[in-house]
C-alpha cells in the first residue's frame, strides 16, 4: 500500500460527466499507461501530458510506486561531492551562487589541496557513501588544472574503493580521456532545465553544448550523470520536456534539484514550489525513466521528512547525501534511516 495520501486539486474538467464515471475512466487510463510501461514500451508526450493534468494525484503516486518497485533498484544509489574549485564562474546562470555575476557570499578559493580531497574521500567511504564526485566552478577547468585532478583521482583510486564521478563543465575529448584514464567511471553534467527555458536562465553557453559533452563522454565509454533544478520559473510541461531529453540522451542517473533561492541570485526571490508539485514531478519522471536512478539533491532540505519519505516512495531511489556546494544539506546517518524507511537497502 502506497503510505500516504494527498488530495488533489485537480477537477473533473468535462463539466457533465458524472464523477463516479470520470474518475473510473481516468483510472482505467492510468492501468492501461502502466501496463504500456511493463510490456518495455515507451509513453508519449502526450500520454506524459495527461498523467499531469488528469491523473489522480493519490492514484498516480501509487502507480509510479510500483513501477519503481518493479524496475528500478531497490539498492538504494548513495553518493556525495567534493567541492573542489569554488566561486569566481564566468558564467551567468541566474541560479548559482558561485557566478561572478552575482553578488553572494559563498567562500571562494582555487584548486582544493591533494591531502584535503584525500581525507574527505575516506571519510565518506567510512559512512558507507558509494560514489563521490569533485565538483568545480566555471565554464571548464583549465587545461593546467586537469592533470592536478587527475593526480587526485588516481590517488583516490590507490586510497579507497569509491566509484569516481567528475563534474567539471563543458570539457573536450582529450580532457574526458585524461579523466578516465584516472579512474573516472562517471560524468556529471547537468542539462539544469528544457531547451526550451535553458536561455532564460542562461545566456553565456547553451544546452547544446552541455549535450555535446554528454555525448563525447558516452563515445569514451563513461557513464552520465544529468539532471536539472525544478522550481526556476519553468512549467510542468517543460519539466516533462527535460525528462524525455533526458532519458533520450540515455543517462544512468538523475539529480532532481528544488531551487534554493540564494540572496545576491536573480533568483533569490523566487516563490517556493508546493510539496505536491515536487512529487507529481518525481511521479511523472518515473513513468518515463522506470529504471533510472532519480536521485535527491539539492533543496530537499527545506522538505518535511514526511515528504522525503514520500518522494522515496514516488520514484526516488538515490541520494545526494552530506553538504552540496554552497548550501548545507543533511546528515549520513539520517538519509540512510530514511531509505531503510522507504523500504530500500542503503548499504
Known amino acids: 500500500m502506497y503510505p500516504f495520501q494527498v488530495k488533489s486539486d485537480r477537477l473533473n474538467r468535462s ?5 463516479f464515471l470520470f474518475n473510473t475512466i481516468r483510472m482505467e487510463r492510468l492501468q492501461k499507461l502502466e501496463e504500456k510501461i511493463k510490456e518495455g514500451q515507451v509513453l508519449t508526450a502526450e500520454e506524459a501530458l495527461w498523467l499531469l493534468e488528469e491523473a489522480p494525484f493519490d492514484a498516480l503516486c501509487e502507480t509510479a510506486h510500483r513501477i519503481t518497485e518493479a524496475y528500478a533498484s531497490r539498492k538504494f544509489d548513495m553518493c556525495s561531492i567534493i567541492n573542489a574549485k569554488s566561486g569566481r564562474c564566468p558564467e551567468n546562470c541566474k ?9 553572494t557570499q559563498i567562500e571562494t578559493y582555487d584548486a582544493i589541496p591533494i ?7 575516506r571519510l565518506n567511504e567510512q559512512q558507507g557513501i558509494k560514489r563521490l564526485s569533485l565538483v568545480t566552478s566555471g565554464r571548464r577547468i583549465k587545461a593546467s588544472e586537469i592533470d592536478y585532478f587527475c593526480d587526485i583521482y588516481r590517488k583516490m583510486g590507490e586510497e ?18 585524461k579523466l578516465k584514464a584516472a579512474g573516472v567511471k562517471r560524468y556529471h553534467c547537468n542539462l539544469e532545465t528544457a ?17 555535446e559533452t554528454i555525448r563525447t563522454a558516452q563515445k569514451l565509454g563513461m557513464e552520465i550523470c544529468s539532471g536539472g533544478i525544478i522550481g526556476m520559473g519553468e512549467n510542468m510541461k517543460q519539466r516533462i520536456e527535460l525528462a524525455f531529453e533526458l532519458k533520450e540522451l540515455g543517462v544512468c542517473s538523475v539529480p532532481m534539484n528544488i531551487l534554493n533561492p540564494i540572496p545576491g541570485t536573480p533568483l533569490e526571490h523566487m516563490p517556493p514550489i508546493s510539496d505536491e508539485e515536487i512529487l507529481v514531478t518525481i ?7 522506470p529504471r533510472t536512478f532519480i536521485r535527491f539533491a539539492g533543496g530537499r532540505a527545506r522538505l518535511s521528512r514526511e515528504t522525503q519519505k514520500q518522494a522515496l516512495s514516488a520514484g526516488v531511489n538515490g541520494l545526494l547525501m552530506g553538504d552540496m556546494l554552497t548550501t548545507l544539506g543533511s546528515g549520513v546517518n539520517e538519509d540512510k534511516s530514511l531509505a531503510r524507511e522507504a523500504g530500500y537497502d542503503p548499504l
Open 15 to 19: 463539466g457533465y460527466i458524472p464523477s
Open 95 to 103: 541560479w548559482c551562487a558561485q557566478s561572478a555575476h552575482h553578488h
Open 195 to 211: 531547451s526550451s527555458y535553458f536561455s532564460e536562465l542562461c545566456t553565456t553557453h547553451t544546452i547544446e553544448q552541455k549535450k
Open 283 to 289: 511521479a511523472i519522471f518515473r513513468f518515463i525513466l
Open 160 to 177: 579507497t574503493h569509491l566509484h569516481l564521478c567528475a563534474s567539471m563543465g563543458l570539457l573536450k575529448r582529450e580532457e574526458l580521456e
Open 115 to 121: 591531502h584535503e580531497a584525500i581525507s574527505i574521500a
